[in-house]
């Protein structure tokens, strides 16, 4: 299958290279798109993580989506966060999906900009772009009704912390029942990446292969 690019993704990718002096970013990435396994009011998801002939660091930074709740009608807060990576990367450009009953907070609608909440873990970016995925999404999203957001950041060194990274709003349908559980999960395309100065393939697969999801419970 071949692989789509967002125009999203470039822009935003365009607009934070634009702010550097670090050159261009050539994309190394030679894995295939994730395949993910969704069951309505489940959080029932099968992640597969990009393949390359690049051996996986045996640790390295740990992206996790924490779980979350809300009312019907009321707006979830979905956090993505990191561990084990004090000073270690520079960069990050990743996917996240999610039931596309869900609706994201919008900072601008007509440029598709995600209203969002930068943690601690990116105190010293150099900029950071977040847009909702709106057109082409590949097969395996929208036969199990997933929408998408991509998020991008850049540090002039490796000034990426832990804990929090970026945090989205999401809004729960109003006719909700109770006790429902959304899965949020993490969703690789080529082209996303989690980098340091070095460029270490082997810890970014690493990263790859560890990413966990998280969920939304109706109250």
């Known amino acids: 299958m071949k692989t789509v690019r967002i125009i999203a993704a470039a822009s935003a990718l365009a607009a934070l290279l634009s702010m550097t002096a670090c050159g261009d970013k050539k994309n190394t990435n030679s894995g295939e798109n994730s395949i993910i396994t969704y069951s309505n009011n489940t959080t029932e998801a099968q992640i597969v993580a990009p393949t390359e002939e690049i051996k996986a660091a045996e640790d390295g930074p740990r992206l996790f989506i924490k779980d979350a709740s809300a009312a019907p009608g009321e707006v979830a807060e979905v956090t993505i966060a990191i561990e084990n990576a004090e000073a270690k990367w520079n960069m990050c450009g990743f996917h996240i999906t999610y039931p596309n009953v869900l609706k994201p907070e919008m900072a601008d609608v007509e440029e598709r900009m995600v209203e969002r909440e930068l943690g601690e873990a990116s105190k010293y970016n150099n900029g950071s772009v977040s847009m909702e995925w709106q057109e082409n999404l590949p097969e395996e999203l929208t036969s199990n009704n997933l929408g998408s957001i991509f998020f991008v950041e850049m540090f002039e060194k490796d000034h990426g912390l832990d804990g929090d990274v970026v945090t989205f709003f999401l809004k729960i ?13 993490f969703f690789y395309l080529e082209g996303d990446m989690f980098e340091n100065v070095a460029k270490d393939k082997a810890m970014e697969k690493y990263v790859f292969e560890n990413w966990k999801g998280g969920k939304i419970t109706v109250k």
């Open 173 to 185: 349908p109003e006719d909700a029942e109770s006790g429902t559980e959304y899965p949020v999960n």
